[in-house]
């Protein structure tokens, strides 16, 4: 009996002792796994964070890379201020150094921007305008580039070109902008003729700035196009030549770099730009071997607990085995490995075919809007050209915006994308960066279809952004509508204060709509009568008769423009020729804010066809080449106002400045300056006379005047001019 219970006894310790030897190997398994787990799981984070930060890091620089391609599109609709020659029409090249100072403050990313035109020798910049030939030799000195490649990327560049960043030195640096000592700099071709390159000089504060990153992060990120390593910051010290196929990372993974290991994250952009974003490993080993301590004291609590259990238990062997197998029971668990999806890259276009479809379809929109096309077979040659199919289809112009200007970029690539992938329908969009407001014209079947996508228009704005407006025109049919479309739209954007812009904000649907009245026929028939018989009193007083019964009616703002609109598009229809062409632009309603505003605004476009149908004067003789001729000819005069020339050509002061402005892009007072400091420029550059005698001479009585608009003009007083300038 004893032997028997001592055998027992030994069979239960036995037993016991297998017992606890079965806990410790599955107490070993669960702490394997759980040892798995936590080294996934924080190497997992780890990648995160690297992702995270290189995410940020690629949206901001490709958002002002966006803005870099946003300024060249415009640049290549801007054909009359790009296309010249400075010694042929030096007024042009005031308005581009113009638009080249507003498109510098649209983005801190570059400290400065220039626009060179292949056909001509000079380059321009929100400042001046300066010799090619300078430029290359003391404007812009780069350390590891040579002049050559700048001339070469400047002249032949048909894609996006970067000079990596290096220390730069000459009078660009020095005198335009606060720019570091190191700079690159990007060079973007206007597409898609190749007419011109524009360069934008970012300096090494914007990636000091964007490439942020804690010393203790030990972290370093390049951006790296064709081969080339753009910008680099960090504290890892590790060149591109180290990273042995970098272009081949599919996923997230740690390599070996001289002996040490590294996470890489690597990404390639739609730009062209690639990203690489490196941290030392030990950052992760740190973080593990903390928690590793941590699974490895929870195992031998976890085994000290358990086996004191099994002693506490081992007078209730049976309860014991019968707990143990249902533990095991409980325990059959399989672990499968998480599969981890590979992000597909972007398949890469041609970037100068992607940009000349863009260039034509923009194109397209902005001359359709502007009733810019001669008929409806020119319309639909146009859009073929553009590959977009709008026969036999309905129409509407939608503007959006976002008050907050957070994801407009993104919104409107949505947007592109999904009329993109539309089957019953097509259009486009513009920037339209001044309104900070986006322009879309989309064309389809029926008007179901049409409200569809623009509600599906209206969710996508509305989930990326903060406060987004959409309004859009009434259904037109008639491509000639396209204007007064536009003048809907605006219309009912207006009254995004006054309506629900948590739907879309239909022309129809605004409370202006309902005041507009149709103008009685025989408003119109006489009108058309006195043009047509060259009855300039009757004509006048007709106009003068249309102006009382529109603001007898009660008409708003925008109810006097829609008017306005369609009677002057009546009376131009009636005698369509192509000298009428420069008569009306839609943009001069935008700037009539009275009656007597739009009183004069008709009277104008009367005379002007008066004057066509009676004389068929040339171009040359045009109200606006009259204008030059005669500033031309009287800057000198002191006396000379605009006044003085409205009176002279017998139109008022806002015609004059309308007409002027649509035909040559600068206002007449501008034009005038500008003249005049061509003409000083000219006196300092070859004659000695006195800066009083040479203010007198280009119209300015107080030389203190003149020295402060010339430096406003140039950038430097009349006396560093000519000390920098004079010719012998």
Known sequence: MRN????????????????????????????????????????????????????????RQENDIEIMNNIVTQLALSEDITKFKLSEQPVKARYL????????????????????????HYVYNGATSIELTMF??????????????????????????VIPEQKAEGYVIERYGELSNKVSVFFLPIVPQMGGTAVFIVGNKYYDTLLESDAADKRQ??????????????????????????KELSEDKLIRI?????????????????????????????????????????????YLVLSTVVVVIRRNMGKRVKSISNLLNEDDDSFATIERGIRALDENKKASELEGLKHRRGKFVNDFVCNGFENNDDVLKNARKAELD???????????????????????????????????????????????????????????????????????????????????????????????????????????????????????????????????????????????????????????????????????????????????????????????????????LSQCMTVQDFRGVLLDVC?????????????????????????KENYASSDFTMSVLADKLGISAVTLSVNFKNEMDISPSDYLATVRMEKAKELLRHTDKKIRDISMEVGYEDDHVFTRRFKKYTGTTPGQYRSEHYEV
């Open 4 to 59: 028997h219970r001592k055998r027992t006894t030994n069979e239960i310790y036995k037993s016991m002792l297998i017992l606890n030897v079965f806990i410790g190997v599955i107490i070993l398994i669960i702490a394997g796994y759980l040892y798995s787990f936590y080294y996934r799981t924080m190497l997992d984070n780890f990648f995160s964070s690297n992702r995270q930060y290189q995410e940020t890091v690629v949206n």
């Open 97 to 120: 150094i113009d638009r080249l100072y507003q498109y510098t403050k649209v983005s801190q990313s570059f400290n400065q921007m220039f626009y060179y035109n292949r056909d001509d």
């Open 258 to 302: 001289n002996g040490d290991n590294y996470a890489v994250v690597y990404k390639k952009s739609d730009s062209g730009l690639e990203y690489i974003t490196l941290q030392s490993a030990s950052s992760f080993y740190d973080g593990f071997v903390q928690g590793q301590w941590t699974i490895f004291f929870i195992t031998i609590i976890s």
């Open 390 to 588: 709008i026969e036999d289809k309905l129409y509407v112009v939608t503007l959006t915006g976002e008050k907050e200007n957070g994801n407009e970029r993104r919104v409107n690539d949505i947007i592109l994308e999904m009329l993109k992938a539309e089957k019953r329908l097509t259009g486009y969009g513009l920037n339209l960066i001044a309104k900070r407001q986006s322009l879309f014209v989309v064309f389809g079947d029926n008007k179901e279809a049409i409200k569809e996508f623009l509600d599906k228009m209206l969710a996508v704005g509305k989930n990326n952004c903060e406060k987004f407006i959409l309004s859009a025109s009434d259904f037109h049919s008639d491509f000639g509508e396209a204007s007064r479309a536009y003048l809907e739209a605006d219309a009912a954007y207006d009254n995004r204060f006054l309506a629900d812009n948590d739907a879309v904000l239909y022309y129809n649907d605004v409370s202006v709509v309902e005041s507009i009245k149709e103008l009685p026929a025989g408003f119109m028939q006489r009108l058309k009568n006195a043009i047509r018989l060259g009855q300039i009193e009757n004509m006048e007083k007709t106009v003068d008769e249309i102006a009382e019964h529109m603001q007898q009616n009660g008409q708003s703002l925008m109810g006097f423009r829609i008017m306005c609109n369609d009677i002057i598009h009546l009376l131009i229809d009636e005698w369509d020729d192509n000298e009428n062409s420069d008569i009306f632009s839609v943009y001069t």
């Open 221 to 246: 990120t390049m951006i790296v196009y064709d081969g080339q390593v753009i910008a680099s910051r960090g504290y890892l010290g590790i060149e591109l030549s180290d990273i042995d196929g970098y």
């Open 607 to 631: 005379r002007g066809l008066m004057h066509n149908k009676s004389e068929k004067t040339s171009e040359d003789d045009s109200m606006v080449q009259r204008a030059i001729k005669y500033i």
């Open 136 to 161: 290359l030799s003391d404007g812009l000195l780069l350390e590891n580039s040579s002049k050559d490649t700048i001339s070469d990327y400047l002249q032949n560049a048909d894609v996006m070109k």
